[in-house]
Nanobody, 121 residues
Framework: QVQLVESGGGLVQAGGSLRLSCAAF??????MGWFRQVPGKEREFVAA????????YYADSVKGRLSISRDNAKNTVYLQKNMLKPEDTAVYYC????????????????WGQGTQVTVSS
């Protein structure tokens, strides 16, 4: 059974840092990524990393502040978040694609349960 297990969310002050983790169980994936969602808005792409080549993709709004990485041995992807802003407050979802994924929700096949990140001003 495929499962994505997220951890690392919480409350942090503006300017602070957090690291989210997502461990995949059941199989490996071509691409793993992170999306975020706030109430009343669509889920939006944050970052993604391919498994084979380690290519990384970022949303323009987070470039320079967030860094995605993966540990193939642990089948885990990380999202290091620095210089957090109140507008980064959202539920963050880990996502996994069987085939090379991108920046669209429809390209991902499996999703984690979501972890809340709240940035206070």
């Amino acid at each position: 059974q495929v499962q994505l297990v997220e951890s690392g969310g919480g409350l942090v002050q503006a300017g602070g840092s957090l690291r989210l983790s997502c461990a995949a169980f059941g199989r490996t994936f071509s691409t793993m990524g992170w999306f975020r969602q706030v109430p009343g808005k669509e889920r939006e792409f944050v970052a993604a990393v391919t498994w084979c080549g380690g290519s990384r993709y970022y949303a323009d709004s987070v470039k320079g502040r967030l860094s995605i990485s993966r540990d193939n041995a642990k089948n885990t992807v990380y999202l290091q978040k620095n210089m957090l802003k109140p507008e980064d407050t959202a539920v963050y979802y880990c996502a996994a694609a069987r085939y090379p994924g991108g920046t669209y929700v429809r390209q991902y096949d499996y999703w984690g349960q979501g972890t809340q990140v709240t940035v206070s001003s």
